[in-house]
C-alpha cells in the first residue's frame, strides 16, 4: 500500500526550510560585522576579530623594549588564540540568537 502524501506537511516542510535558508544568510551576514577584541595576558598585543574568524586588525599596545621576539611571538600567539575563541564563542551566540524559535519538525504523518 503506498503513503498518502500530506500536502500541508510538504508545504510547512517547504516553508521552514526558506526560513531557515534567509536565517542561515542573515547569519553569514551577521557573523562578518561583528567584531571581537582581545588582549594577549600581558596586555601587548590586541587583536580584533569578526565572529566569521577573519582577523581585522593586530595592535602592539606596549613597549617592546627589553622583549625579545619570542616574547612578542609569545604574546601575538596568545592573542591570535584567544581572537579565534572569541569568534567562536560570538558564532555561537549569534546562532542561539538567531535560531532560537527553530524547532525541528514533527514527522510527517502516513496513511
Given amino acids: 500500500m503506498g ?3 500530506d500536502e500541508t506537511w510538504i508545504e510547512e516542510a517547504v516553508e521552514r526550510y526558506r526560513r531557515i535558508e534567509t536565517l542561515f544568510a542573515e547569519f553569514d551576514r551577521a557573523a562578518q ?4 577584541t582581545v ?5 601587548l598585543v590586541e587583536v580584533a576579530v569578526t565572529a566569521a ?9 606596549g613597549s ?33 540568537d538567531l535560531f ?3 524547532r ?4 510527517g ?3
Wanted: no cysteine; hydrophobic share 40%; aromatic share 4%.
Fill in 3 to 5: 503513503r498518502d502524501i
Fill in 33 to 36: 560585522d561583528i567584531e571581537v
Fill in 39 to 43: 588582549r594577549s595576558p600581558d596586555g
Fill in 53 to 61: 574568524g577573519a582577523i581585522t586588525d593586530v595592535r602592539i599596545r
Fill in 64 to 96: 617592546l623594549a627589553g622583549r625579545s621576539s619570542a616574547q612578542l611571538a609569545d604574546s601575538v600567539r596568545a592573542a591570535v588564540t584567544s581572537a579565534a575563541d572569541a569568534a567562536g564563542w560570538a558564532r555561537q551566540r549569534l546562532h542561539a
Fill in 100 to 102: 532560537s524559535e527553530y
Fill in 104 to 107: 525541528p519538525m514533527e514527522q
Fill in 109 to 111: 504523518r502516513a496513511g
